[in-house]
């Protein structure tokens, strides 16, 4: 089960990065995104799950959504935050 929702997160962020990378896209919703997933992953550590399936695919999420960041913040001008 987890393996097909890796596949489907990662469909996601190569769908959404090409979105991302539009400049016009507000970062507020790549921000939104990254909280989201560093929330659920604090929850999981909380939890003590850091050494499951699903807290390596959040934190390869995490990786993708920071380099689309990173990449918006050199093509759109942006100031990382």
Do not use: F, N
């Not at 909280?35 to 929850?43: D, L």
């Not at 850091?50 to 689309?68: G, N």
């Amino acid at each position: 089960m987890l393996h097909i929702l890796k596949k489907i997160a990662d469909w996601i962020v190569e769908h959404e990065k090409d979105e991302a990378l539009d400049c016009t896209v507000p970062d507020e919703i790549i921000d939104e995104w990254l909280e989201t997933i560093e929330e659920k992953k604090r929850r999981m550590e909380e939890h003590g799950h850091t050494d499951s399936a699903q807290y390596e695919m959040l934190s390869d999420l995490e990786k993708k959504v920071k380099e689309i960041k990173a990449i918006r913040a050199k093509k759109c001008h942006i100031k990382p935050s």
